[in-house]
């Protein structure tokens, strides 16, 4: 019992965190569960943070939804390419190595870091290229706050495969990359990004999940994913109060900051003496 009082505590740290910045909580969650159990499979560890993810995302997206910062439309747009993406990438994981697994997975944070921290956040969102399948988006938030932003398609089609293969490869849900795909690429305002993003986790998240479930990765972690999940979606609901008290640049930062030093635990971990 207090085995699972533990993953609880670290499920609504994980909820807080991973919807404040809108990446889920699997950046901080996988390498977490990577040192707590060393010889758990890489296929085991993902389908236990995928899961996770998921009820983080779900609970996150209730509560963007009623701030209105949720853009549906291009969510579900996305969706049609990043679903596929999870799939594939699920059924990838039993693939690598456990070596091989920290590695890529050090790499693409460390990675993701050091592009967030070395680049600003717009004051207001650049124009887009011009394209036919140039998309014009208008949302108005709960408190008044209006956006406007425009973004060409087929760069959020093809961001959003490639993020869903790799996120559910390595079981971080993708949030670390579709946040800041979102903002520097797609134009979106930071807060749109992240709820956005956690709309988009949680369909994508969910179809991880399930191959998972199919394949039989996730038999070994039900108990574990329980008593994180209870954690995540209290926090899920803190991560986002918290969201609309702090400035967008902050979350941007905060976000590169804390994949920075996971990135280099888990590659100093990785690494042999």
Known sequence: MQTYLWLSVLGLAVGVCGTLVGAGGGFILVPTLLLLYPREKPETITSMALAVVFFNALSGSVA?????RIDYKSGLLFCSTTVPGAVVGALTTAMLSRRVFDLSFGVLLLA??????TNRVRATPAASEEGNDEVTRFLTERN?????????????????????????????GGGIVHVPALIYVLNFPVHVATATSHFLLAVMSLAGTLVHILTGSFQHGVR???ALSVGVIVGAQVGAWLSS???GAWIIRAL????????????FQAVPA
């Open 112 to 117: 993701v870091a050091v592009f967030l921290l």
């Open 256 to 267: 590169g900051a804390a994949l920075g030093l996971v990135a280099l635990r888990l590659l």
């Open 64 to 68: 963007y939804a009623r701030m209105g």
């Open 144 to 172: 008044g706050v209006s956006h406007r932003y425009t973004y060409r398609a087929t760069y959020g089609l093809t961001i959003s495969a490639v993020v869903g293969f790799f996120s559910s490869l390595l079981g971080i």
């Open 245 to 247: 008290r702090i400035h």
């Open 224 to 226: 574990r994913t329980a």
